[in-house]
């Protein structure tokens, strides 16, 4: 499944662990203007424009090795744990393609970020890739990465370098699990397929905010219970979610935003089902993949 996200998924705030203004710094973001900012760290001779803060962690000075043999996996934990303890709270992947044969857990507060502002889903072998090889077979396993109350993903392609291409595809335990509040995913590409879910996340958008959620791949991706607000920043006209292939569900979802399009279904889409949710002042439902939707029972609100 390749779905990129324009904007972080987090439910709500809790001040008392990270205030705003420290996790605005993390992404990247300022308080005033909201515009991205700051700059790779040093050691990174792959240095890109709108990277982490001077003050990121690189996971080479860890020894990881971004070579697709060796494994990282001690060195990826040792560096989330440096930046939880030194309260630096990013750690850098530079571009290369990092072997990760068990699993991760990212500390509270810590951002994991790659190199991309826009990863490809559509191009494996570039940027930040994690590949992903612990599980296969077992659905119900430990999931690759689990997320820990205000952490952050950024700028990081996962992919399977062992999945088959076949039908059915080798099961694998879930990609990224969140455990806590204020969970963030930004820019973050899972290539292969299989299934996405979102349940009671809140999306919000900053001024480069479009879409929300851009659905490209060939898997099935569910919102189930999330509140979306703040799209169409630069676009007036663009959905919150853009569904170019692959299935979708949303129900239960609360579209926030005044008279803006809610959702867009491309032709490639195989199968979509929009049931069940508050949309604000019209319903604007773009269904261009015909019979392959169902759309029903939502309810249009004033405000």
């Known amino acids: 499944m390749n779905t990129r996200l324009g904007i972080s998924v987090c439910t709500r705030m809790d001040s008392q662990n990270i205030s705003r203004r420290r996790m605005l710094s993390c992404l990247g973001l300022t308080a005033a203007s909201g515009t991205l900012a700051g700059a790779l760290p040093a050691s990174a001779a792959e240095a890109e424009k709108g990277g982490p803060s001077p003050m990121a962690l690189n996971v080479r000075d860890f020894g990881a090795v971004g070579d697709g043999i060796k494994d990282n996996t001690a060195a990826f934990v040792a560096a989330m744990r440096a930046a939880a303890d030194t309260g630096n709270y990013c750690v850098f992947v530079p571009r290369g393609r990092y072997l990760i044969k068990g699993n991760l857990e990212v500390p509270a507060n810590v951002m994991l970020q790659g190199v991309f502002d826009a990863p490809s889903g559509r191009n494996p072998h570039d940027g930040s890739v994690l590949l992903a090889v612990e599980g296969a077979g077992d659905a119900k396993g430990k999931p690759f990465i689990t997320l820990r109350q205000s ?144 759309i029903g029972m939502n309810v249009v609100s004033r405000k």
């Not at 969970?183 to 905010?209: D, H, M, Q, R, Y």
């Not at 692959?246 to 279904?265: E, R, S």
Request: net charge positive.
């Open 151 to 294: 952490c952050t993903l950024r700028g990081l392609t996962i992919f399977y370098p062992e999945q088959k291409l076949k039908n059915p595809p080798v099961a694998y335990p879930w990609t990224i699990r969140g455990h806590g509040d204020n969970i963030s995913l930004i820019e973050v590409a899972k290539s292969n397929t299989g299934p996405v879910k979102f349940t009671a996340c809140g999306f919000w958008g900053v001024p480069t905010t479009d879409h929300h959620a851009v659905l490209e791949g060939t898997g099935h991706t569910t919102f189930n219970g999330c509140h979306f607000n703040g799209w169409g920043q630069r676009d007036k006209s663009a959905p919150a979610i853009l569904a170019r292939s692959g299935g979708l569900t949303v129900t239960g979802c609360d579209f926030m935003d005044l008279g803006k399009a809610q959702i867009t279904l491309e032709p490639e889409v195989e199968a979509a089902l929009i049931y069940g949710n508050r949309l604000r002042e019209k319903q604007l439902i773009t269904n261009r993949a015909g019979s392959c939707a169902q």
